[in-house]
């Protein structure tokens, strides 16, 4: 089975606090990809980053990072010294090559108060 | 560069009523996509194309149908419009690199449907 696991329907965080989006997949494909996406009050999605299976290095981007481990099938998204303008609906998808599938998890509601 | 476009933005209709939304994309993307999004659930893919001409079923097609005439267009239409199709629908595009599913997706602003 494909699946994406976002358990933390919804955190809230006092602006300069780290807070870290948790995602869990599952998945019995070896090629697969995973991405973060942003939904920010005004509706849109934006792309935040993309993973694929075969590259476990974890990423930094300015106050963002991500924690991809294959061992535990996560792929936990980090924002350090959050701002409210994160406040947003963060997604984490799979996108399974074999298998031809392609999962959003049920998204995290972030806000960030200041 | 506009991206990607959907039109309408917001539509209501009657139960057994149909419609057609419209997706244009002006990336020169292979791939394009229709989900849709209600609460709790996140986004579900209805369908996809990997190409003009070409269109495969994703997690939730009944009750839908596609077409991709044009390579720059993707339709999405409700024969006989249910409440339970109630939701908002995003269209998406990306390029094709590298096979399926690796790219990131450019979404449309979305279309706020109700059905009554």
């Known amino acids: 089975a494909q699946k994406v696991t976002q358990a933390q329907t919804e955190i809230s965080v006092v602006e300069k606090e780290d807070v870290t989006l948790d995602c869990v997949y599952e998945?019995?494909?070896?090629?697969?990809?995973l991405f973060w996406y942003k939904q920010p009050p005004s509706g849109e999605l934006v792309f935040l980053i993309r993973?694929?299976?075969?590259?476990?290095q974890n990423e930094i981007s300015g106050r963002y990072s991500w924690n991809f481990q294959k061992s535990t099938s996560s792929f936990n998204f980090t924002i350090t010294a959050s701002q409210v303008v994160d406040s947003a609906v963060y997604f984490c998808?799979?996108?399974?090559?074999?298998?031809?599938?392609?999962?959003f998890g049920s998204g995290t509601k972030l806000n960030v108060k200041p | 560069n506009a991206g990607v476009t959907q039109t309408p933005k917001f539509r209501v209709l009657k139960t057994g009523q149909s419609m057609t939304l419209l997706c244009a994309q002006d990336m020169n993307h292979e791939y394009m996509y229709w989900y849709r999004q209600d609460p709790g659930m996140g986004l579900r893919l209805i369908h996809y194309?990997?190409?003009?001409?070409?269109?495969a079923k994703g997690e939730v097609p009944d009750g839908y149908n596609v077409s991709r005439l044009k390579k720059q267009n993707f339709l999405l239409g409700l024969e006989s419009a249910a409440p339970s199709q109630t939701s908002v629908y995003f269209c998406?595009?990306?390029?094709?690199?590298?096979?399926?599913?690796?790219?990131?997706?450019?979404f449309g602003d979305g279309t706020r449907l109700s059905i009554l």
């Open positions: 998808a799979l996108g399974s090559y074999n298998f031809n599938k392609f999962y």
């Open positions: 998406a595009s990306s390029y094709s690199l590298e096979g399926r599913w690796n790219q990131p997706q450019h």
């Open positions: 998945t019995r494909d070896t090629t697969y990809y």
């Open positions: 993973r694929n299976s075969f590259d476990e």
């Open positions: 194309s990997v190409g003009e001409g070409t269109t």
